[in-house]
Structure formats: structure tokens, C-alpha cells
């Protein structure tokens, strides 16, 4: 969102241009004019700042975060919150469930390839297949000229998310209870220089990589870097970056055919390697496997579907007893519009479905994102190094 806001403290001052990522339906519900709208805004921001100082106070509560494995445990009791957002018993809990619906990286390291292609020499059938399809993608979102032009690109976009309780045992699940809204601006310059900021019910989550190491952090919790190498967000697959889409299927293999929401879709798979899987594991979690999966139409040869899996495993602190972690995301991609020759997706919805199963304990909780892009723009001219530096206070695991 970006208005003028009025100056308060000097009438003949110059309105100044605010940029918030938050959706319109949001603001205007905030007062019945103008003016009442924007102090109820600046009181909002206010109100995050000075409950920001209280947070490691409230951290210290009860609860037990996982970055490498992006998992989230509390016990903390609903009380200890008045306000549940996405049926979260806190504001902890809820600000986990952002990071892992709002802010995923996929597990591969993605080369801002201009080439775009792999040599057929030596590949089986279904790696050629691959290739050929991927080809076709890049023709039907603008072609490796296009492509190839562009060195930067920002986005803005809106949010919606539900979320199910966490429910037992291994049935099925459904997102109920009222929706959070929010929105969130994207910056990158290539797969490893990128910069996220989400908000949503007016609590902030933001996340970056700077070539060197990818973080993130929420306003209730430090800066924190991930395991491994840093990885290019998800968010980019949904439609928003067909490059490095294309580069990181060009390893993919075709499995075979799939129809979605009716569409007859080519189905590549990709799955990380053992190294990739050390890398991002932990003294206490280890990173089991992680699949990715991509849907191609057949008939515009665009992506439509973009589905990744992985499966944790928490080591037991005590006995043998291990806790898995399974997380399943699937995106729906569609509208897409071209935006300076480059077709773009700009609508969609992300399902996560969380199953936590061992130790005698079978839970499954499912979140659903609807999200729809309002502006992109490409070769953003001032976009330096220095607008990716991570935090200060950034905190990285023991080796």
C-alpha cells in the first residue's frame, strides 16, 4: 500500500509518500475518515515499537524454536494471549507460523544461470524430457532474452491466512476460523541477494539472504541465521522469478503426467542430495529428506503448480524415542500478466500441511495463504549490496 500521508505537526509541511505492506481492506477499516485512519496507523506502529522492547521478556515464557528444520514447539496455555491469530495459543506460536508459511526456502542453491540449458549428452530420457519442458517454460514466460535483461526486480503483494488447530491423530484436516490479512514487499537481485518484509495482523516478519548467509527474524525474536548455504526464498517459484524456476528444474527429471484443477500438467521432480540434506541439518534435528515437485501445463507450458515436501527428525534428548516433523507445501499459481515482456504470475494459494507424528503422538495442523500480487517492477536502479546487509544482532548456529 502507498499513500500520501498528511504532516501532523506542521500544516504547510510536505506530505510524505508511506510505503506499508499492508492491505487496503486493512487500513481503511481503521477510522471512518482519512485523518482518524492515519493516527490510528501511527498509533499501531507505535504500539509494535514499544511491545518490541518487552519481547525477550515474553520469549522467556515457555517456548522452543528450530530454525534449521523451521519447527515450532510451546507450552504456553491460549490464556497467556488475548488475541489468537491463525489458532495460535500465543504470539510466539503465531509468529512461527508466519516464518514457516510466509518466509520458506526451498533446499537447493539456485546458479543465476544465462544459459539456460544442460548438455543432452549422457542424460537419460527422463532428464532430457525435462530439459525440453523447461524450455518451453521459458518460451511461454518471455523468452531467455527477456529473461536474460533482467538484473533486479521488486514486488508488493497481498495475504490472507487461515489456519486449523493442531488437531490428533492422522485424519484429515481443514483451515477454519476467521482470516489475518497483511502484505509484504520482495526485493532481489539475483537468487542469493533477495530481502522479504510480511506483515500481517500488524506483527512483522522479515527475512533476507546477503550471498553469504540467509536470516531471519519477527518482532519478537532475534535475528537468526539458517543452516547451510544461503537459498533462494520460496516465494520466487510461486510465479514471481521464471529464471531461476527455470535453472532449478533444468536438474529436474519428468516423472510423468498429472492433471491439476482440471489442466494437463508434465510432472518434474528434483530431490536435495545427502550433502545438501547435512548441511542444513543439526546437532539435534536431522533433515530426513526434501522433495520438490513442479507442474507444467501442457497446453500454455507455464507452471501452475509448485508442491515441496520435507520430513524432520528431532533427536530425543532422552532414550530413543525420535519426533518427526513432516511439512508438505503446495502452491496453486495463476493470473498470469506480463509485466514488461516477462509473463508473471500474480494470484495464487499456498497450503502447508504440518504432521508431527512419533513418541507415542500423532498431531497434523494445516495453514492456507491466499496471496495476490499488486505491483512488480524490474532493474530497480539504486538496489546496492547494502540494502541486503543482515541485522546487526544476527545470531548463527554452532558448528
Request: neutral net charge.
Amino acid at each position: 500500500m502507498r499513500k500520501l500521508c498528511p504532516n501532523f505537526d506542521r500544516e504547510d509541511g510536505l506530505d510524505t509518500v508511506l510505503e506499508v505492506p499492508i492491505p487496503e481492506e486493512m487500513f481503511t477499516s481503521m477510522g471512518s475518515n482519512a485523518v482518524l485512519r492515519w493516527q490510528n496507523l501511527c498509533s499501531l506502529m507505535k504500539a509494535q515499537s514499544s511491545s518490541s522492547s518487552g519481547a525477550d521478556c515474553y520469549n522467556k515464557s515457555s517456548s522452543s524454536f528450530s530454525s534449521s528444520s523451521g519447527l515450532y514447539t510451546s507450552s504456553s496455555s491460549p490464556s497467556s494471549q488475548p488475541q489468537q491469530h491463525l489458532s495460535s495459543g500465543s504470539r510466539n506460536e503465531f509468529m512461527a507460523l508466519l516464518k514457516l508459511v510466509g518466509s520458506p526456502l526451498i533446499p537447493f542453491q539456485v546458479q543465476s544461470d544465462h544459459a539456460l540449458t544442460r548438455p543432452l549428452k549422457g542424460c537419460s530420457i527422463e532428464s532430457s524430457t525435462a530439459q525440453y519442458i523447461i524450455q518451453q517454460y521459458l518460451a511461454a514466460t518471455g523468452g531467455q532474452g527477456a529473461l536474460n535483461a533482467v538484473h533486479s526486480m521488486y514486488a508488493v503483494g497481498q495475504v490472507k491466512m487461515a489456519a486449523s488447530e493442531m488437531r490428533q491423530g492422522d485424519g484429515s484436516v481443514h483451515a477454519t476460523g476467521s482470516s489475518e490479512v497483511g502484505g509484504f514487499v520482495l526485493w532481489q537481485k539475483n537468487p542469493d541477494l533477495w530481502y522479504l518484509e510480511l506483515v500481517v495482523s500488524g506483527l512483522k516478519v522479515s527475512a533476507g539472504s546477503d550471498g553469504k548467509v540467509a536470516w531471519n527474524q519477527s518482532s519478537s525474536q532475534p535475528c537468526h541465521a539458517n543452516r547451510g548455504p544461503p537459498r533462494p526464498l520460496r516465494r520466487f517459484f510461486q510465479g514471481l522469478d521464471p529464471r531461476s524456476t527455470a535453472n532449478l528444474f533444468l536438474d529436474a527429471v519428468c516423472i510423468g503426467e498429472k492433471t491439476i484443477n482440471g489442466e494437463d500438467c508434465f510432472e518434474l521432480k528434483i530431490e536435495a542430495t545427502q550433502n545438501i540434506l547435512k548441511a542444513q541439518s543439526s546437532p539435534n534435528t536431522e533433515l530426513a529428506h526434501h522433495k520438490v515437485w513442479g507442474y507444467f501445463s501442457q497446453r500454455t507450458g507455464l507452471l501452475v503448480h509448485f508442491e515441496d515436501t520435507k520430513l524432520v527428525r528431532m533427536k530425543s534428548i532422552r532414550g530413543n524415542d525420535s519426533v518427526f516433523w513432516e511439512t508438505t507445501m503446495e502452491s496453486t499459481i495463476g493470473d498470469y500478466r506480463y509485466v514488461d515482456g516477462i509473463n508473471i504470475a500474480h494470484g495464487g494459494k499456498t497450503s502447508v500441511t504440518m504432521f508431527r507424528y512419533g513418541a507415542a503422538q500423532n498431531h497434523k495442523r494445516k495453514i492456507e495463504e491466499t496471496w495476490r500480487i499488486e505491483e512488480v517492477d524490474f532493474n530497480i536502479c539504486g538496489l546496492s549490496m547494502d540494502c541486503f546487509l543482515p541485522p546487526a544482532d544476527l545470531k548463527r548456529e554452532q558448528e
